[in-house]
């Protein structure tokens, strides 16, 4: 089993910035993607950004030019850095990664639980 766990979240003011972190655990032969979700109360969750080994994309047009997607390899951690935050990124935010177990098994998605990030205007 595999088991990610996110950290960095909080509270911080609009033009603040907060560095999100997401760490595997468990049972990897290999990561082969990694991205940033987010959900806002009311609201579908949403692609922020992804990592593979083509490189990075942040998806999400709202967040172009201040979000940025990271990884670790060595730690098995993947970073989004969040800057001149506004208050409508507002939301909980997941890591999921797409891993494979064993070199036997197919890859399959792991998902953290989710950590809160507040902007207030």
């Known amino acids: 089993q595999v088991q990610l766990v996110e950290s960095g979240g909080g509270l911080v003011q609009a033009g603040g910035s907060l560095r999100l972190s997401c760490v595997a655990s468990g049972s990897i032969f290999s990561i082969n993607a990694m991205g940033w979700y987010r959900q806002a109360p009311g609201k579908q969750r949403e692609l922020v950004a992804t990592?593979?080994?083509?490189?990075?994309?942040i998806d999400a047009d709202s967040v172009k030019g201040r979000f940025t997607i990271s990884r670790d390899n060595a730690k098995n951690t993947v970073y989004l850095q969040m800057n001149s935050l506004k208050p409508e990124d507002t939301a909980v935010y997941y890591c999921?990664?797409?891993?494979?177990?064993?070199?036997?098994?197919?890859?399959?998605?792991?998902w953290g639980q989710g950590t809160q990030v507040t902007v207030s205007s």
């Open positions: 999921k990664m797409t891993v494979r177990t064993t070199i036997w098994d197919p890859i399959a998605d792991y």
């Open positions: 990592l593979t080994s083509g490189g990075s994309t």
